[in-house]
T-cell receptor
C-alpha cells in the first residue's frame, strides 16, 4: 500500500517559472490538502479538497492553484514562482466525512526558488 | 478561526528525562486533537489523537497526552525519553462536527542527548 505519493522530492526553479507538484493517494480518501512547512511556522494550509471537483482555499493560497478531477490526485500548481515560495511542501489525505480522522502525509517536496 | 500554540520551540533533554510539551488551542467548541511527530528527513506521522471519552490518551512509543477542556490544552508527555525520540513534534486540531481544516501549531524541536 503506497499511501500518499508526492513527486518530485526536490526541485529548483527560477523566479517566474511555473511547475506542478504531484500528489496521489491510493486509500480512496475524500479529503486531500496541501501544506507548506517553513522553519518556526509549522505547517500552513495552502488549499484543500473535500472530494473530486471541490476545492477551497486555506491559510496561504496566494500564488498557488489546485484542481481535483479524480479522488486519487490533487496537484498543486505554482503559477509564477517567487523566492518566498521556497519551502517544503506536504500533501495529506484523510478519510471519512467528519473531522475525527487521521491525516496521512506524503514524503514532501523540497522546493527552492532562486 | 482556530489557532494552536506550542510555547516550547526547542527542548533539549538527556536520555531518561521526562518530557512534557505544551499545546493550547483557541477554539471554544468541540475539537479533535492530534499530536504528530516528524523524524529528521521524514514526513509527519501520527503519535496519538483525542476525539472523545477518556481525556488521557495513550499513543505509540510510550507517549501520552491529556486533554484539559477548561485550560484548552492538550499537552504531550513521556516519562522517559530516548535518543530516538529526537524529532519535531506538532500539535494539531480540527473542529468537531465536520470541520475539515486541520490546523497545526508551530512545532517543538526536541533533541535528546545521550
Amino acid at each position: 500500500n503506497a499511501g500518499v505519493t508526492q513527486t518530485p522530492k526536490f526541485q529548483v526553479l527560477k523566479t517566474g517559472q511555473s511547475m506542478t507538484l504531484q500528489c496521489a493517494q491510493d486509500m480512496n480518501h475524500e479529503y486531500m490538502s496541501w501544506y507548506r512547512q517553513d522553519p518556526g511556522m509549522g505547517l500552513r494550509l495552502i488549499h484543500y479538497s473535500v472530494g473530486a471537483g471541490i476545492t477551497d482555499q486555506g491559510e496561504v493560497p496566494n500564488g498557488y492553484n489546485v484542481s481535483r478531477s479524480t479522488t486519487e490526485d490533487f496537484p498543486l500548481r505554482l503559477l509564477s514562482a517567487a523566492p518566498s515560495q521556497t519551502s517544503v511542501y506536504f500533501c495529506a489525505s484523510r478519510a471519512g466525512t467528519g473531522a475525527a480522522t487521521e491525516a496521512f502525509f506524503g514524503q514532501g517536496t523540497r522546493l527552492t526558488v532562486v | 478561526a482556530q489557532s494552536v500554540s506550542q510555547h516550547n520551540h526547542h527542548v533539549i533533554l538527556s536520555e531518561a528525562a521526562s518530557l512534557e510539551l505544551g499545546c493550547n488551542y483557541s477554539y471554544g467548541g468541540t475539537v479533535n486533537l492530534f499530536w504528530y511527530v516528524q523524524y529528521p528527513g521524514q514526513h509527519l506521522q501520527l503519535l496519538l489523537k483525542y476525539f472523545s471519552g477518556d481525556p488521557l490518551v495513550k499513543g505509540i512509543k510510550g507517549f501520552e497526552a491529556e486533554f484539559i477542556k477548561s485550560k484548552f490544552s492538550f499537552n504531550l508527555r513521556k516519562p522517559s525519553v530516548q535518543w530516538s525520540d529526537t524529532a519535531e513534534y506538532f500539535c494539531a486540531v480540527t473542529e468537531g462536527g465536520g470541520g475539515n481544516k486541520l490546523t497545526f501549531g508551530t512545532g517543538t524541536q526536541l533533541k535528546v542527548e545521550l
